[in-house]
């Protein structure tokens, strides 16, 4: 069984571009979330998705956007991007939606900005 | 959700077992208590959950006093693959309609030595 996978691995941008990061969920999941990570610090919650809807946002800029697919697969958009974006990406998905059972994160996507 | 206190970081001999105390004064009566570990480059992993008392699994146990105010992650005769950074989370991360969130912090970074 697959976990979460996050396709690509890793990824350098040139600031002002824009950047696509893509997770598929562990077999069975419904629910996405993503996740920034900056170097040396904890995951912050940038949003989560539920029936192909935005069901909560964090505290990040409207750069950040999302999409959730029919067969529960999930994008992360990030416009004109800016040295700060520079992180490690996470993806992470549930299987039931109304509980607090944990959450599966995959490896990730390290993007660097120069 | 209640704000976490745990120690920057910790250094252990292998064999020893390691406990990890995680401050929560401000946790709220429905809030429950989860920690995550990870391994450089790679997502957090769902270690364990509690909210009172103790919980043991194949890989750790959680004690949890009466007043809850704080908790204690216990990992016994480590080896030097539990070197990772430790994250205690507090707080409903479900919040209904599908909404799920994760707080981290900065977690507790922990070195085990030969």
């Known amino acids: 069984d697959a976990g979460v996978t996050q396709s690509p691995t890793h990824l350098i941008k040139t600031r002002g571009q824009q950047v696509t990061l893509r997770c598929s969920p562990k077999s069975g999941h419904d629910t996405v979330s993503w996740y920034q990570q900056a170097l040396g610090q904890g995951p912050q919650f940038i949003f989560q998705y539920y029936e192909e809807e935005e069901r909560q946002r964090g505290n990040f800029p409207d750069r950040f956007s999302g999409h959730q697919f029919p067969n529960y697969s999930s994008e992360l958009n990030v416009n004109a991007l800016l040295l700060g974006d520079s992180a490690l990406y996470l993806c992470?998905?549930?299987?039931?939606?109304?509980?607090?059972?944990?959450?599966?994160f995959g490896q990730g996507t390290r993007l660097t900005v120069v | 959700l209640a704000k976490t206190t745990q120690p920057i970081s910790m250094d252990s001999y292998e064999g020893q077992e390691v406990n990890i105390t995680c401050s929560h004064n401000n946790i709220a009566t429905n809030d429950y208590i989860t920690w995550y570990q990870q391994f450089p480059s790679q997502g957090p992993r769902f270690i364990i959950q509690?909210?009172?008392t103790k919980v043991t699994n194949e890989v750790a146990s959680l004690f949890i006093p009466a007043d809850r105010k704080s908790s204690t992650l216990s990992l016994p005769r480590v080896s030097l693959s539990d070197t990772a950074v430790y994250y205690c989370l507090v707080g409903v991360a479900y919040s209904g309609a599908g909404s799920y969130q994760l707080t981290f912090g900065k977690g507790t970074k922990l070195s085990v030595i030969p």
């Open positions: 509690g909210y009172k």
């Open positions: 992470a998905s549930r299987g039931e939606v109304d509980s607090n059972t944990e959450a599966f």
